[in-house]
């Protein structure tokens, strides 16, 4: 039985680049696919944000001479292709799903409206959340905290190719110590890069909890869900 019944899933555009050094991995698409859908499975509602940074990141475009503005639209943008991606690998395994996009893009998604999201995972389809949040100078991860508070999410799951929040980069650093769990204050404290302030002001505001764990072990979304101790809680 799962622990929770509703979660906002983050992952980054990187992620989908598996073994390649751009764009997307049809084999990790469709392995993220397999997972997601083992996750409606328990029963759970799902909402999904994807980053972009796998085909174009706004402030990268910044050094190298782009407006901020036009490059964060970009960047949104590449959110879009990369929801339509998992939207097309999860109908393609049987898993019914709705992208949302934050401005009109239509006919290839439908704008976001709380009410929409609502009914879309009331009929048990997994709601993609798609272009952030349609403005410039936010993140992923503050769309992530948004459109998880706006779902009324139990918990924000922030799929990392990590298994946790550490207290320096575990692949940098062989000493580095794995948290079970952490206040919203200490983590604070410490400047632990879990997500941007911002979102993360959000979360803690809304007493929305996160949990930071490793996507890319098979089963481990399940396990979460499940309620087993994988990965790091903030709350």
């Known amino acids: 039985m799962a622990e929770y019944k509703r979660v906002l899933l983050k992952l980054s555009g990187e992620a ?5 050094s751009y764009g997307i991995d049809e084999q990790r ?20 944000v994807f980053g972009g940074g ?46 949302f996009t934050a401005f009109c893009m ?12 609502l009914e879309s995972l009331h009929h048990g389809e997994v709601a993609i959340f798609s272009g952030g949040t349609g403005n410039p100078y936010f993140t992923t991860d503050t769309a992530s905290a948004l459109r998880a508070v706006e779902m009324d999410a139990d918990v924000l799951l922030k799929g990392t190719r990590v298994d946790g929040v550490y207290s320096a980069d575990p692949e940098k650093d062989p000493s580095a110590v794995k948290y079970a769990s952490l206040s919203f204050d200490r983590a604070y404290e410490e400047n632990l890069k879990i997500m941007d302030l ?34 790091t809680i903030i709350r």
Do not use: H, W
């Open 16 to 20: 989908l680049m598996g073994g390649k």
């Open 29 to 48: 698409l469709m392995e993220y696919a397999r997972e997601i859908g083992a996750a409606t499975r328990l029963g759970v509602s799902i909402g999904i």
């Open 54 to 99: 796998n085909i174009f990141r706004g402030l990268n475009g910044v050094d190298k001479g782009f407006d901020r503005v036009r490059g964060d639209y970009m960047g949104m943008l590449a959110t879009v292709i990369n929801g339509l991606a998992i939207q097309s690998a999860l109908q393609s395994i049987g898993v019914p799903s709705r992208l």
């Open 106 to 117: 239509q006919p290839v998604g439908e704008v976001f409206s709380r009410d929409r999201v």
């Open 198 to 231: 911002t979102a993360f002001t959000l979360c803690r505001e809304n007493q929305m909890p996160i949990i930071v764990f490793d996507m890319n072990k098979p089963g481990e979304l399940v396990r979460v869900l499940s309620g087993e101790p994988v990965g």
